[in-house]
């Protein structure tokens, strides 16, 4: 299974930007889903996740209301729309697959599979 995520950016404050994540050589549809970030000096930490049919997900507050986990089967993609950005949100953005539990978790050692990573920087 392959996980290549993308859209990365240098933004601005306030700015938006929407990270994909295209999963090949397994069964997407399988698959909760997440997302998980690392800043420089810093332990990875839980973004948000996605049930399998997209119909639940999962956040951590610090990105509630400005951040958005969807998925479309059909593609093999999952995606992340994040909105009104903040300095702090620099990280690499890193995407996860697991199939071994039936809802989205935070916990990064469920996942198993795990892509290379997209730079998110956001300037003040």
């Known amino acids: 299974v392959q996980l290549q995520a993308s859209g990365g950016g240098l933004v601005q404050a306030g700015g938006s930007l929407r990270l994909s994540c295209a999963v090949s050589?397994?069964?997407?549809?399988?698959?909760?889903m997440g997302w998980f970030r690392q800043a420089p000096g810093k332990e990875r930490e839980f973004v948000g996740s996605?049930?399998?049919?997209?119909?639940?997900?999962l956040y951590r507050d610090s990105v509630k209301g400005r951040f958005t986990i969807s998925r479309d089967n059909d593609k093999n993609t999952m995606y992340l729309q994040m909105n009104s950005l903040k300095p702090e949100d620099t990280a690499v953005y890193y995407c996860?697959?697991?199939?071994?539990?039936?809802?989205?978790?935070?916990?990064?050692?469920?996942?198993?599979?795990w892509g290379q990573g997209t730079q998110v920087t956001v300037s003040s």
């Open positions: 996605i049930s399998r049919s997209g119909g639940s997900t």
């Open positions: 996860a697959a697991e199939d071994s539990t039936f809802v989205p978790t935070p916990l990064a050692r469920r996942y198993d599979f």
């Open positions: 050589g397994g069964s997407f549809s399988s698959y909760i």
